[in-house]
């Protein structure tokens, strides 16, 4: 199984991909040539692997893990209500055609 979701990378490159359901978010734009610096390997551990995912699908993308939360709270000048750490977001089906924003890494 498989969604299309919409990413648009931290240099404005903007395109559809293809997300499996045997990859988190991270794996998926890595998978598909965006470049995401994730310096802790996909852990929850540095917030390098930070995006925002739109209002519409925000949702589906699951809770926020308790270290995930606290990574986000450390770069809260650039955080919002929409962001995640894409490591943490594991694949869903309700994430299909969702848009995906990417994050420069700090």
Known sequence: MSV?????????DSREIEWEDHQTLL???QANG?????TCGG???CAT???FIDPEHYAASGDRTDAEEDLL??????ANEY???CCQVEYAPGMDGASIQLQAAM
């Open 4 to 12: 299309k979701i919409n990413v648009t990378g931290e240099d404005g």
């Open 27 to 29: 794996e998926a734009v």
């Open 34 to 38: 965006f470049p995401v610096l994730a």
């Open 43 to 45: 852990n929850a551990s």
């Open 49 to 51: 692997c930070h995006t």
């Open 73 to 78: 709270d450390m770069v809260d000048d650039v």
């Open 83 to 85: 962001s995640r750490l």
